[in-house]
């Protein structure tokens, strides 16, 4: 059967639903709201408290299983084309690396797009082991390994820096563009590996392979085959997941101290996050089986299918809107949290706007368009028998498949 381009009906629009969802979490989590040193609003606590109980690292977990999701499509489209699925992937993931690069350097440093290039890779590697061993994995760098290097970074000082800890306030009131390079470069996590990447690289790629996971089991393609999964998902996100993020709350407010006869709690609350995020899923998965629910959760595919694009936007939010190096609006330390939040959701009604203007003439957003087109170059058959025109088809199946990897 010949790989032609996937119709509009083959589409798992749900997974560009969730994608949008999810970068609206991003946005509002990674959005930088000032302390009470600067100003303080009456909903503040309140804000603050559903920041770390319903936001704070719960959807850059989604965004990063749906990137193991997207890996998944990739792969068995490629291998079902015979295309070299490694030296196309692996071409790709380089090309996302040096995106990150760019982006923490030039615009934000939280970026996570290097980490998702430094999984993928990974990734790429086991990804025909078996399930029963994908999950135990999975479960070994979800939960032991991010507990074990958020004990260490919390309780033994691992993550203790060699710079000035004001540099954090500086970089976003200075306004001088240099200098906030500069500070950039010397708070770079990859800079920084050994005191920031660890924890990040081992929760993301767990995160990831959660998602080809999901993906293996037809999760997004066949959801009322998976109920009693999703039931189990959104009963223990329910309970263990809120309870964990209450708990998580209570130690970022410094209520509660992880000391040595607290250790066994890490391990709670990363699998209480987990769990937390699952229950997300399934109960947006859930939702979008409903038709009139469907047409409403709809509004959030147009940011989804632009993925990559509208992420490295958000930054540029950041930048000028926000951080004083901007020259423009400087923000920073003139609103509440609450005004913050407000200014967040608006700004991704906009990207929602500019998103669906966009895709009305375009399959793909403009990052994206680059980004695959260059990764294409590497898109060749495994064997000299495999005919060009099984190359070229995989290459306009791609560009025409609407579930991004990111």
């Known amino acids: 059967m010949d790989f032609q381009p996937l119709i509009k009906k083959s589409r798992i629009e749900v997974v560009d639903a969730l994608r949008g969802f999810a970068l609206l979490g991003v946005l509002m989590a990674n959005i930088p709201f000032a302390d009470a040193s600067f100003v303080v609003g009456k909903l503040d606590p309140l804000m603050n408290f559903l920041y770390h109980f319903l936001i704070d690292k719960k959807f850059i977990t989604i965004f990063s299983m749906l990137f193991g999701f997207g890996f998944y499509i990739q792969m068995q489209r490629a291998e079902a084309k015979n295309v070299d699925f490694t030296r196309y992937f692996s071409f790709r993931m380089l090309l996302l690396f040096a995106i990150g690069s760019l982006h923490a350097f030039i615009i934000w440093n939280g970026d996570i797009l290097r980490a998702y290039a430094f999984g993928g890779i990974i990734l790429m590697f086991i990804r025909k082991w078996p399930l029963k061993r994908l999950l135990t994995t999975a479960l070994l760098f979800n939960i032991f390994l991010t507990s074990v290097f958020f004990i260490g970074n919390s309780a033994l000082g691992w993550q203790i820096y060699n710079y000035d800890y004001a540099l954090a306030t500086e970089r976003v009131l200075t306004t001088s563009y240099f200098r906030y390079l500069v500070i950039n470069a010397i708070m770079d996590p990859w800079v920084n590996f050994f005191k920031d990447m660890p924890i990040t690289l081992v929760f993301t790629f767990g995160n990831m392979l959660i998602g080809f996971i999901l993906a293996k089991v037809d999760f997004f393609h066949s959801p009322k085959k998976l109920r009693n999964h999703t039931n189990w998902f959104i009963m223990l996100g329910l309970t263990l997941g809120l309870a964990s993020s209450f708990i998580y ?131 060749k058959p495994k064997n000299e028998n495999t005919s060009n025109k099984n190359t070229t088809s995989f290459r306009h199946t791609i560009k025409q498949h609407t579930t991004n990897t990111l």
């Open 249 to 379: 709350y209570k130690i970022m407010v410094g209520d509660i101290e992880l000391d040595l006869p607290m250790l066994w709690l890490p391990f709670v609350l990363v699998s209480g996050m987990i769990l937390q995020s699952l229950m997300y899923v399934s109960v947006f998965v859930r939702l979008y089986q409903y038709k009139v629910l469907q047409k409403l959760l709809h509004f959030f595919t147009y940011v989804g299918k632009t993925a990559l694009s509208n992420y490295i936007l958000q930054s540029i939010l950041y930048v000028l809107v926000f951080d004083h190096c901007g020259q423009t609006f400087q923000l920073f330390g003139k609103l509440t949290i609450a005004q913050t939040f407000l200014f967040g959701i608006l700004f991704f009604l906009f990207q929602t706007a500019i998103s669906y203007m966009w895709l009305r003439k375009h399959t793909q957003g403009p990052l994206e368009f680059a980004w695959k087109k260059m990764s294409y170059q590497m898109a």
